[in-house]
Nanobody
Framework: QVQLVESGGGLVQAGGSLRLSCAAS????????MGWYRQTPGKQRELVAT???????NYADSVKGRFTISRDNAKNMVYLQMNSLKPEDTAVYYC???????????????WGQGTQVTVSS
């Protein structure tokens, strides 16, 4: 299977910044849209940001203007720069990738295991 591994989570004070990274590995022909999602206990997983293979981005209203998603296609990586963090940003953040493994395969959706982000007051 293709593997996605997140890193960069941690504890930060309100107003601070964190940079999350996600590395894709395995047999990969092409990575199409990638995204970041987050989840807290008792809530559904929600979209934070997405980015297409060509670099078109989309953000949830709650993070617009504070978070920036980017990618490095040569390294098969996607990043999430998180600035002006608020306590309500506290969640487990998951990396998602729409990936085609071979030229003749369909796209498949993959998830990382998640990284904890905690924002204190």
């Amino acid at each position: 299977q293709v593997q996605l591994v997140e890193s960069g989570g941690g504890l930060v004070q309100a107003g601070g910044s964190l940079r999350l990274s996600c590395a894709a590995s395995g047999s990969i022909f092409r990575i199409n849209t990638m995204g970041w999602y987050r989840q807290t206990p008792g809530k559904q997983r929600e979209l934070v940001a997405t980015i297409t293979q060509g670099g078109t981005t989309n953000y949830a209203d709650s993070v617009k203007g504070r978070f920036t998603i980017s990618r490095d296609n040569a390294k098969n990586m996607v990043y999430l720069q998180m600035n002006s963090l608020k306590p309500e940003d506290t969640a487990v953040y998951y990396c998602n990738g729409e990936i085609r493994r071979t030229a003749w395969s369909n796209n498949q959706n993959y998830w990382g295991q998640g990284t904890q982000v905690t924002v204190s007051s």
